[in-house]
């Protein structure tokens, strides 16, 4: 189809000790994970859950994911409105919940997004951007809870490149 995108990854389980999954107690939780012409991920549960907490864990992946498809969302836009992004960060918070059966799912995400743009520009429009990058972010269009965005934005000092 023209407009499908399709992505792979492989994933190979390093956590075998000598004996597999004889136990609970007796294997690691840790993988590699890799896609063609990308660095390899090392990955593990999270440390709650006997993880390695020195690895990324499919929860810090989920938020990772959603922080930074927001942020290029976000970008695409400042540039098409003729904003100039000097600086973004964002510190993601996600909540997820455990339930007895001893499954789980993510309750909420925020966003704290922190922008700095070029002097001179609107702070009124680069903030209402933040709305639209989130109806257009393919990660959050694809989680079943709720993604909130807070952002601060800030001009940058007045110096010579912002001319």
């Not at 660095?39 to 549960?45: N, R, V």
């Not at 009124?124 to 079943?144: K, M």
Request: proline share 4%; charged share 15%.
């Amino acid at each position: 189809m023209k407009n499908e995108h399709h992505y792979n990854t492989s994933i190979v389980w390093t956590g075998n000790r000598g004996t597999g999954t004889s136990s609970y107690r007796d294997y690691a939780r840790s993988y590699d994970l890799s896609a063609p012409g990308k660095p390899l991920i090392e990955g593990s549960s999270d440390a709650t859950f006997r993880g390695e907490a020195s690895r990324w864990n499919p929860e810090d992946m989920l938020l990772a994911s959603l922080s930074s498809c927001h942020m290029l969302s976000y970008l695409h836009l400042c540039a098409d409105a003729g904003i100039s992004v000097v600086a973004y960060s964002d510190n993601a918070q996600g909540t997820m919940q455990l339930n007895p059966d001893g499954s789980g799912h993510f309750t909420s995400v925020t966003l704290h997004p922190q922008v700095t743009i070029a002097a001179g520009h609107d702070l009124t429009q680069a903030d209402a951007l933040h709305h639209r990058a989130h109806e257009l972010c393919f990660i959050a269009n694809s989680v079943n809870f709720p993604v909130a965005c807070e952002a601060t934005t800030a001009h940058a000092a007045n110096d010579s490149r912002d001319t």
